[in-house]
């Protein structure tokens, strides 16, 4: 029988960033400027411990290597990676690369295809989701030019939207949004355009032109997705997108709620409400803000109580 792996997040500071994580989520969060809290993460730049139960006190990677009986996984490393985001300001305009090209260029990095939740966003606020370059040739020339206004794309949205944003897509939070993002395990990152600011010390941040070019996928227009909704005794459950780099769903449960032994070890994330897991005739008191990996082979389990969560597995 395996228990439930509760894990305790890292922060992040960021230019952008701000105190909406503790405002929403009650986190002691430890900078002005906290922009991400890495909820689930093996990755070397910040990793989740373990803050309760027999593993108490690993880190999600030492986890993973030790005991891989508790996950069944073919990946050699943790292969995903659950954030909370406080766009407090403008993200820089991005693109990540795919695994063949991190593979090559970044030193074996997975490449980075992520999603969005909106948590929460301010009145009027976008994003910016693709580009209107026809060719390669037209995507260099305007980049080139500063010409952003005709280049990028911008999407506004609202708390409960969801974006998937495959590797190779242009990309930007925009000011007032707080998202839960699912991704691949990598902090790669390549800088399009900053908006010309410059950080604490009063130096730009360093742009990646070549590569961002090389990576970005062309042509690449915005299109609305649809989703799958299932009702349940007591909830809802939306799958958002299911591929081969992650399958993410919301569970809505409003009572008790039962589910079926995950045939995956699940990544959960309490983004409202409150309640409990029950499993294996143990009880878990949840609240926002909590953040738990199922194992494989935890059996059969319920969540009462009025929660909101975002739910990812391979």
Same mark, same amino acid.
């Given at each position: 029988m395996?228990e439930?792996?509760?894990? /305790?997040? *890292?922060?992040?500071?960021?230019?952008w960033?701000?105190?909406?994580?503790?405002?929403?989520?009650?986190?002691?969060i430890?900078?002005?400027?906290?922009?991400?809290?890495?909820?689930?993460?093996?990755?070397?730049?910040? =990793?989740?411990?373990?803050n309760?139960?027999?593993? =108490?006190?690993?880190?999600?990677?030492?986890?993973?290597?030790?005991? #891989?009986?508790l996950?069944?996984?073919?990946?050699?490393v943790?292969?995903l990676?659950?954030?909370?985001?406080?766009?407090s300001?403008?993200?820089s305009v /991005?693109?990540?690369?795919?695994?063949?090209?991190?593979?090559?260029?970044?030193?074996?990095?997975?490449?980075?295809?992520e999603?969005?939740y909106?948590?929460?966003?301010?009145?009027?606020?976008?994003?910016?989701?693709?580009?209107?370059?026809?060719?390669?040739?037209?995507?260099?020339?305007?980049?080139?030019?500063?010409?952003?206004?005709?280049?990028?794309?911008?999407? #506004?949205?609202?708390a409960?939207?969801?974006?998937?944003?495959?590797?190779?897509t242009?990309?930007?939070?925009?000011?007032?949004?707080?998202?839960?993002?699912?991704?691949?395990?990598?902090?790669?990152?390549?800088?399009?355009?900053d908006?010309?600011?410059?950080?604490?010390d009063?130096n730009?941040r360093?742009?990646?032109?070549?590569k961002?070019?090389?990576?970005?996928?062309v042509?690449?227009?915005?299109?609305?997705?649809?989703?799958?909704?299932?009702?349940?005794?007591?909830?809802v459950?939306?799958t958002?997108v299911?591929?081969?780099?992650?399958? *993410?769903?919301?569970?809505?449960?409003?009572?008790k709620?039962?589910?079926p032994?995950?045939? =995956?070890?699940?990544?959960?994330?309490?983004?409202?409400?409150?309640?409990?897991?029950s499993?294996?005739? =143990?009880?878990? #008191?949840l609240?926002?803000?909590?953040?738990?990996i199922? #194992?494989?082979?935890?059996?059969?389990?319920?969540?009462?109580g009025?929660?909101?969560?975002?739910?990812?597995?391979?």
């Open positions: 395996n439930p792996i509760f894990l /305790q997040p *890292v922060f992040q500071e960021r230019i960033g701000g105190q909406k994580l503790k405002q929403l989520f009650g986190y002691d430890p900078y002005e400027r906290t922009g991400e809290c890495w909820a689930v993460s093996a990755h070397p730049n910040g =990793q989740s411990i373990v309760s139960g027999p593993y =108490q006190g690993m880190t999600l990677g030492e986890l993973w290597t030790s005991h #891989p009986e996950f069944n996984s073919s990946s050699t943790f292969p990676l659950t954030k909370l985001l406080d766009a300001d403008d993200l /991005q693109v990540h690369p795919n695994d063949a090209y991190a593979g090559v260029h970044e030193n074996g990095e997975l490449g980075k295809t999603c969005w909106i948590v929460a966003a301010e009145p009027g606020a976008c994003i910016i989701y693709g580009h209107e370059a026809k060719t390669k040739q037209e995507l260099e020339s305007m980049i080139t030019a500063g010409n952003w206004d005709a280049l990028l794309t911008k999407v #506004p949205v609202k409960g939207d969801f974006f998937y944003v495959p590797s190779g242009i990309h930007a939070l925009g000011k007032g949004i707080v998202v839960l993002e699912t991704q691949q395990s990598s902090d790669t990152t390549y800088r399009v355009y908006y010309d600011r410059k950080d604490k009063g730009t360093e742009l990646h032109l070549e961002a070019i090389d990576v970005t996928t042509p690449q227009a915005y299109q609305a997705v649809s989703y799958d909704t299932k009702e349940i005794e007591n909830g459950i939306t958002f299911s591929n081969s780099f992650f399958t *993410v769903e919301k569970w809505n449960v409003d009572g709620a039962s589910f032994e995950a045939k =995956q070890y699940t990544i959960c994330s309490v983004i409202d409400g409150h309640g409990e897991l499993i294996n005739g =143990q009880s878990y #008191p609240a926002k803000g909590d953040h738990f199922l #194992p494989i082979s935890s059996g059969d389990f319920q969540l009462n009025k929660l909101e969560l975002i739910i990812s597995h391979e």
